[in-house]
């Protein structure tokens, strides 16, 4: 008798989690272009307008620390999280 409800609960279970991950955004595997930034999507914050010009400019993450006043660890996971550098927007 048990089996029959384990068998019922990891097929649902199963169902769950396949409709999970075609819904759910944290479920989607990424794609390497994403990853490289090459499809990255929605505009930049001020900060990372300014980063993405400075790095256009053949600035080093250090120097762009320097000068903002930011760490060099905040700069890189600024550039992770908005995929630059990215071409000049006009």
Known sequence: MTSRYEEAYARLWHAQVK???NE???FRIIS????????????LSKHAG???RMLN???T??????????SQQSISQTLQ?????RPEEK
């Open 19 to 21: 409709q999970e991950k």
């Open 57 to 59: 400019k053949g600035m």
């Open 81 to 85: 999280r908005y995929g630059l550098p």
């Open 32 to 43: 390497s272009q994403e990853l490289n930034g090459d499809n990255v999507k929605g505009p």
């Open 24 to 26: 759910e955004p944290r």
């Open 50 to 52: 300014l980063v993405n």
């Open 61 to 70: 993450q250090a120097d762009i620390a320097q000068i903002t006043g930011k």
